[in-house]
């Protein structure tokens, strides 16, 4: 059968019922599995056999689904966790310890930035953060002999950069090391990395893929493509034996398109128990067999708002990459050619105060932390997600104390509007 459609992979992908079988796919809400022997036990537990035997480390529902993934994205393994914190940290931590280096894009999730400039700097990894738009030079001085990957966001959250990420690639493959994109935002629908070079994906699956603000969840993909045996030294977790798996050595064993993923699931998930439960993976592939037609959706209302927002008086400016002004217009019309995402940053007339006393006003859109949902829903980053960071470091990050993030569902998009009028005129007033 001939490489299926965007669509049909949203729909179908991941699971295929035999004759009688469920045609949904089933929740297998059990911890544990049975065998006939403890030799077939014995065999799951040294990789020697595929299945399952504990739902911490892998279940057949969370299989199906993080299967689907891999097929949107274009990659040879998944894994779904319990958050898109937890898959960031994975992906990272999968392969840099203590005393490693990464290079990240400054443009990134507040939860993220913290994540690792805070918590995975106490566990001895050092992060250089690097403007989305340095020059070759400046992104290329980052590195250090002890680098092991770079990580940026397909389009960041909440400052709407677009990551050039043909560049970024070209950089880390140039020093021996992965491009781990978050294409959260973007979700497949609207861009695969690893077509533009990058190695690894992660994704919140809170987000679009669920988009409906039922479960939280987390992915990691593997494109298969980086070749972790020609930088044997710098990775030697997936290079040489592990001594807690029975002295396996992943490479060896599952190729260059297994090993990450097989090494984060044995590892990690048996370490952190950071899983993601049948009934949340189940809940999100139900959000995945209508992605593709959500996502059109979330892109038309988010460019009928923008176009609206930066006609406003009350408005100082607005971000959105589909706006040909845009600053990422053109990386957007590179990477993203059928839409960014449905979320629109804007600054309101007044700053903090002004921003605060708007979002009071809406009545469509709800404030919440959330974003990237079905429905609306807006918050102001300098004081929610990103309240940790200082003001040099809001700057850095992309994000100004008036930015509201607004985040356009799939509501009529008339509706959307006149309800930001109303708030905007009910401020000035």
Known sequence: ???????TTCVQGGYTPKNGEPRQIPIVQSTTFRYETSEAMGDLFDLKASGYFYSRLQNPTCDAVAAKIAALEGGTAAMLT?????????????????????????????????????????????????????????LNAAFRP??????????????????????????????????????TFATPVNCRPFDFGADIVTHSTTKYMDGHGAAVGGAIVDSGKFDWAANAEKFPGLCTPDESYHGITYVKEFGQAGAYITKA???????????????????????LESLHLRMKQHCANALKVATFLGSHPNVTWVRYPDLPGDPYHALQQKYLPNGSSGVVSFGVRGGRRAAEAFMKQLKVA???????????????????????LTDEQLVAAGVSPDLVRYSCGI???????????????????
Not at 411 to 429: C, G, H, K, Q, S
């Open 366 to 388: 709800a404030i919440e932390t959330h974003v990237a949902d079905a429905r609306t829903c807006c918050l102001h980053p300098a004081s929610a997600t990103h309240r940790q």
């Open 146 to 183: 002890n680098t092991k990957a770079v990580f940026g966001e397909t389009v960041s959250n909440p400052s709407l950069t677009v990551l050039d990420i043909e560049r970024f690639a070209k950089a880390a493959h140039a020093h021996g090391v992965p491009l781990i994109v978050d294409n």
């Open 1 to 7: 059968m001939k490489k299926t459609g965007i669509a």
């Open 82 to 138: 319990s958050s898109g914190q937890a898959a960031n940290f994975f992906a990272v931590f999968n392969i840099a310890g203590a005393g490693d280096h990464v290079v990240a894009s400054a443009h990134i999730y507040g939860g993220t930035f913290n994540l690792f400039a805070v918590t995975m700097k106490r566990m001895g990894i050092d992060f250089t953060f690097v403007s989305p738009d340095a020059t070759d030079e400046e």
């Open 411 to 429: 509501e009529d998009p008339d509706d959307l509007i006149a309800d930001l009028a109303a708030a905007l005129d009910a401020v000035e007033a």
């Open 265 to 287: 699931t044995a590892q990690l998930m048996r370490d952190f128990g950071c899983t993601q439960s049948p009934q949340s993976a189940f809940l999100l592939n139900l959000g």
